[in-house]
């Protein structure tokens, strides 16, 4: 499946487990690209074009809250899917994320049957493309 998808985490360890999910689900590696901080991410998502982003919360130089306002700025970005995953497990965070364009949410630990549940329709809606 030729998804494009965008995995940003400051943690190498959490970027790895979620590549190795999203290839479980049959997105090539050729089509995961990755990024370290919402900063990262910002200037990759400008230069490229995704289908789905994945972005944790809590990171250095910009948190992905941060990321995730600045992208649903850009009109190719209004309506890409975002899955925020996260340990900010709390009802108010959970809902200021959904407030500022993020489609579903994963709390920190998880597992990948927990990720491929929130990434299945998004799966099944490109594949109907």
């Known amino acids: ?19 190795n999910v999203l290839t479980q689900l049959g997105i090539s ?11 990262v991410a910002l200037g990759k998502v400008k230069t490229n074009s995704y289908d789905v982003i994945l972005t944790d919360w809590n990171m250095p130089r910009m ?25 900010e497990g709390g009802k108010s965070e959970v809902i200021e994320a959904l407030k500022n364009g993020v489609n579903n949410y994963i709390v920190k630990p998880f597992n990948a049957d927990v990720l491929k549940g929130k990434l299945e329709p998004i799966l099944n809606r490109h594949k109907k493309k």
């Open 1 to 19: 499946m030729n998804l494009k998808v965008l995995v940003v985490d400051d943690s190498s360890t959490m970027r790895r487990i979620i590549v």
């Open 29 to 39: 590696t050729d089509y995961i690209s990755e990024a370290e901080d919402g900063l």
């Open 63 to 87: 948190n992905g809250l941060q990321f995730v306002q600045n992208i649903r700025k850009l009109p190719k970005y209004s309506h890409t899917p975002i899955l925020m995953i996260t340990t």
